[in-house]
């Protein structure tokens, strides 16, 4: 047996998510299925470095497999591609060692935010970017950021209630602000995300820029570490899962 790492994409647009769900059509049912398909309907798992919620993009994640099958890598794409449908891709698959591991071997992950900052809707932009047509003070969104980057924070108010894991702390390394006319990317860098942070975090930072809030907030929000003093969550299409990291990040 050789296991794979892999690249994905995908437009989570009609995806319940990346998880296997009864019923419900889901990225890893997708891979899976087709990966049995080129094993002769035996069963191949398929893991990845994390979740992702329903409505959520990918450009950038990673997932690994086991396989007896001696397909050269760039056979794999090409194979894989030509069963998959449109709205996921393979972009790089490459043999890595049997004690590789998607999820655990992560030191950090990207995640991007795309926000439509225009009072006209965009059709081609409606399903990859949350409108907010409001005034925002972008200064002021960035001095909140500051508040939580930096250095591990218990980050148990931006995250989801339902979440399972138990060690909250996590450290963000940046949020950077790209602007580009009226198109405005968070990008968020860290070691890792819990379940809806960004989108937490997204939501808050969207109640300082409109005045809701004040930048110093965030410090009193960390510290209530109470889901229901934060802001709220950002729709799913916005989001991206930008890249993986397996080794050094920032």
Same mark, same amino acid.
């Given at each position: 047996?050789? %296991?794979?790492?892999?690249?994905?994409?995908?437009?989570?647009?009609?995806?319940?998510?990346?998880?296997?769900?009864?019923?419900?059509?889901?990225?890893?049912?997708?891979?899976?299925?087709?990966?049995?398909? =080129?094993?002769?309907?035996?069963?191949?798992?398929?893991?990845?470095?994390?979740?992702?919620?329903?409505?959520?993009?990918?450009?950038?994640?990673?997932?690994?497999?086991?396989?007896?099958?001696?397909?050269?890598? @760039?056979?794999?794409?090409?194979?894989?591609?030509?069963?998959?449908?449109?709205?996921?891709?393979?972009?790089?698959?490459?043999?890595?060692?049997?004690?590789?591991?998607?999820?655990?071997?992560?030191?950090?992950?990207?995640?991007?935010?795309?926000?439509?900052?225009?009072?006209?809707?965009?059709?081609?932009? %409606?399903?990859?970017?949350?409108?907010?047509?409001?005034?925002?003070?972008?200064?002021? =969104?960035?001095?909140?950021?500051?508040?939580?980057?930096?250095?591990?924070?218990?980050?148990?108010?931006?995250?989801?209630?339902?979440?399972?894991?138990?060690?909250?702390?996590?450290?963000?390394?940046?949020?950077?602000?790209?602007? @580009?006319?009226?198109?405005?990317?968070?990008?968020?860098?860290?070691?890792?995300?819990?379940?809806? =942070?960004? %989108?937490?975090?997204?939501?808050?930072?969207?109640?300082?820029?409109?005045?809701?809030?004040?930048?110093?907030? =965030?410090?009193?929000?960390?510290?209530?570490? @109470?889901?229901?003093?934060?802001?709220?969550?950002?729709?799913?299409?916005?989001?991206?899962?930008?890249?993986?990291?397996?080794?050094?990040?920032?």
């Amino acid at each position: 047996m050789q %296991r794979y790492k892999a690249i994905i994409a995908y437009d989570g647009t009609d995806f319940f998510g990346y998880q296997v769900q009864p019923n419900k059509r889901t990225v890893q049912a997708e891979l899976e299925a087709v990966l049995a398909k =080129m094993h002769k309907g035996r069963e191949v798992k398929v893991s990845a470095s994390g979740r992702t919620d329903a409505g959520v993009h990918a450009k950038g994640q990673v997932i690994h497999f086991d396989s007896p099958l001696l397909i050269p890598d @760039d056979k794999w794409v090409v194979a894989l591609n030509s069963l998959l449908p449109d709205d996921l891709s393979i972009l790089h698959v490459e043999k890595v060692s049997p004690s590789f591991h998607a999820r655990y071997d992560a030191v950090g992950k990207e995640y991007r935010y795309r926000l439509l900052l225009s009072k006209k809707r965009d059709p081609f932009e %409606r399903k990859f970017s949350y409108r907010y047509p409001y005034a925002l003070d972008l200064a002021a =969104m960035r001095q909140a950021s500051q508040y939580v980057v930096g250095q591990p924070l218990d980050f148990t108010s931006f995250c989801s209630a339902k979440t399972e894991v138990v060690d909250k702390v996590r450290t963000i390394e940046t949020i950077d602000f790209l602007l @580009d006319d009226d198109l405005l990317t968070l990008r968020f860098v860290g070691n890792g995300f819990l379940y809806n =942070m960004v %989108r937490i975090l997204v939501g808050t930072l969207l109640e300082v820029g409109s005045g809701e809030r004040s930048p110093e907030d =965030m410090t009193a929000i960390l510290a209530k570490k @109470d889901r229901r003093f934060a802001g709220k969550t950002a729709p799913p299409q916005g989001l991206f899962l930008w890249k993986v990291f397996y080794e050094k990040y920032g």
